[in-house]
């Protein structure tokens, strides 16, 4: 059984609709997955229609921008409760400072290369949370970069003189939101050094004092050493292990199922989700 539980759509920075995102998992062989849009759930309710068409489970979740330390921190949740008024004003919060951040960035390399705001927001479907990865595709538009690999890799990495840096939760506060809204909270790609700077085991172990319920061990991100290193974490604190694509759709080179969660973790996630229910039968993955 294939079941991957990261993936986006073009409700924030992915290249597939919501529907879209569930007919390329069901032509990916998947039987169950989770969008996880950034900071929004406004592709919920069309991925829940199509998973329902397709016969295929969907869990309903978000990826939450955190900061400590000067760190970020991708926090997901899944099965919140998507009106619960603190975390919806949290998530609403971070679309904003990503979308002035977006902005002052594309304003930045705008001086040195041939991008305005403009050509950034012509990247974003209608309603998207905005985000760095729109500034990377205006990049590419242009001409600058060949694909966002190599924008991340280069003027939009953690560093560069373009990238400006946002105010987000603290990732134990957002855990503390995430279960106060019925949701299960699983830090994302916690070791992805490639990516830039990761917290260290003090953070991970304050945030399983808060309520983190899993960890994703299995990402591409990760090396054998990390994932070694994670499970064993996992293990000895009880948590659930998620393996996962992280999917964007064209936007990145992940593929889906690339990574699978076992369905006993799967089960072990969903029964700690009050806020709000799975698309689909739970009866498919019995």
């Known amino acids: 059984m294939l079941v991957d539980l990261h993936t986006h759509s073009t409700a924030s920075d992915g290249t597939d609709s919501p529907a879209g995102l569930v007919v390329a998992a069901v032509e990916a062989g998947l039987q169950a997955l989770a969008i996880t849009d950034h900071d929004t759930t406004a592709g919920w309710a069309r991925a829940g229609e199509q998973a329902e068409m397709s016969g295929v489970l969907l869990v309903p979740g978000a990826e939450v921008s955190c900061r400590v330390r000067g760190v970020t921190v991708h926090l997901l ?3 919140h409760d998507p009106d619960e008024p603190v975390l919806s004003q949290t998530l609403a919060a971070s679309r904003d400072i990503r979308l002035s951040r977006a902005r002052t960035m594309a304003e930045l390399l705008g001086r040195d290369f041939p991008i305005t705001w ?4 012509a990247q974003a479907a209608q309603g998207a949370t905005v985000g760095r990865p729109h500034v990377a595709d ?3 538009a242009a001409g600058v970069v060949a694909d966002r690999d190599e924008a991340f890799a280069g003027l939009l990495a953690d560093g560069s003189p373009y990238v400006v840096h946002h105010g987000a939760p603290h990732p134990v506060v957002a855990v503390q939101r995430v279960r106060a809204a019925g949701g299960v909270p699983v830090i994302a790609h916690a070791l992805a050094a490639a990516r830039g700077k990761v917290v260290g085991e003090e953070v991970l172990e304050e945030m399983v004092a808060a309520g983190l319920a899993g960890v994703e061990v299995d990402h591409r991100d990760h090396t054998e050493a990390d994932r070694a290193w994670l499970r064993g974490f996992a293990r000895s604190h009880d948590l659930v ?4 694509s992280d999917y964007h759709g064209t936007g990145k080179q992940n593929r889906l199922a690339e990574n699978s969660t076992t369905p006993d973790h799967l089960h072990r996630l969903l029964a700690q989700g009050s806020g709000t229910r799975p698309f689909g039968e ?3 993955l019995a």
């Open 77 to 79: 949740s899944y099965l």
């Open 118 to 121: 403009e050509d950034v927001l």
């Open 138 to 140: 205006a990049l590419v």
């Open 241 to 244: 292990m998620t393996g996962s």
């Open 282 to 284: 739970l009866g498919a």
